[in-house]
């Protein structure tokens, strides 16, 4: 019964990382167009340069 005192804190610490990384990758505004990325990695174009 006393592993509960330890492992329910640690749990709540690690699922408040994970949200923090998840907002923090919201702000930075990557998952912008994931249809555009999807439709892109089926084209047949190749550029050997990616545009930024």
């Not at 509960?4 to 990557?30: D, R």
Request: charged share 20%; hydrophobic share 45%; aromatic share 10%.
């Amino acid at each position: 019964m006393n592993v509960i005192v330890y492992l329910i804190p640690i749990a709540l610490v690690l699922g408040g990382l994970g949200l923090l990384a998840f907002v923090f990758t919201v702000k930075s505004k990557q998952y912008d167009d994931p249809e555009g990325n999807a439709r892109r990695i089926l084209s047949d174009q190749w550029d050997d340069h990616p545009k930024p």
